[in-house]
């Protein structure tokens, strides 16, 4: 199992403004997911995009990845006070379990 | 589906207490993980469980934490004798192959005091 890396450790914006999270990882993957956690509950499982796709939609929610840098980004646009949380990238290689890094806490403020 | 529920919410003990954390999964589910959180070292994976069968323990930190999944709808994380340590958030996860990603429960605060 490997762990993603998220950056920045922490991010704040104002309501309405896009919020944009990155996520950098180590060996190959057979696909990366999102988590969030809102203070004080469990994770949340958000989008999960496979190796051989390099962008996803779902909601305000855009994820991409470019598996030849390793790496994956999570847009949140027009962003709510509800967003703030923290939010997990997981490289996930195949059948083992997930490993889970340090977050990107995000504050959005209204 | 309820979700993941654990029980209790919140744990408060005495150091060198037994203390028993419990989980039922999402039916259906046949993967089971048990997780603490810290705000030192996050989310640490403990132990997790195949087909009631478990998998891989190495993230047990000692010998006082054992965990049981005596059939696909129960589980059970236990520390004996507690420690101060030991204070911390642990999340229980389940899964299967035919869902994405794992579904967390709400956590149980535990406490050592």
């Known amino acids: 199992s490997q762990q993603g890396e998220e950056d920045p450790q922490a991010l704040s914006i104002q309501e309405g403004e896009n919020a944009t999270m990155n996520c950098s990882y180590k060996t190959s993957i057979n696909n990366l997911q999102w988590y969030r956690q809102n203070s004080g509950r469990g994770l949340v499982h958000l989008i999960l995009?496979?190796?051989?796709?390099r962008e996803k939609h779902s909601g305000r929610l855009r994820v991409t990845l470019d598996t030849s840098k390793k790496s994956s980004s999570l847009l949140i646009t027009a962003s709510r006070a509800a967003d703030t949380a923290s939010y997990f990238c997981?490289?996930?290689?195949?059948?083992?379990?997930?490993?889970f890094g340090k977050g990107t806490r995000l504050s959005v403020i209204a | 589906d309820a979700g993941v529920i654990q029980s209790p919410r919140h744990e408060v003990t005495e150091m060198g207490q037994e203390v028993t954390l419990r989980c039922k999964p999402i039916?259906?589910?046949?993967?089971l993980f048990w997780y603490r959180q810290t705000m030192m070292r996050g989310l640490e994976l403990l132990i997790y469980?195949?087909?009631?069968?478990?998998?891989?323990d190495s993230g047990m930190p000692e010998d006082r934490f054992s965990a049981k999944m005596p059939n696909a709808s129960f589980s059970t994380l236990k520390i004996q004798p507690s420690e101060p340590r030991d204070s911390a958030v642990y999340f229980c996860?389940?899964?299967?192959?035919?869902?994405?990603?794992?579904?967390f429960g709400s956590g149980t605060r535990l406490t050592v005091v």
């Open positions: 039916s259906g589910h046949n993967s």
């Open positions: 995009i496979r190796s051989n796709e």
């Open positions: 469980f195949n087909n009631n069968v478990p998998i891989d």
């Open positions: 997981v490289p996930n290689s195949g059948n083992t379990p997930l490993v």
């Open positions: 996860a389940s899964s299967s192959d035919t869902v994405v990603g794992y579904t």
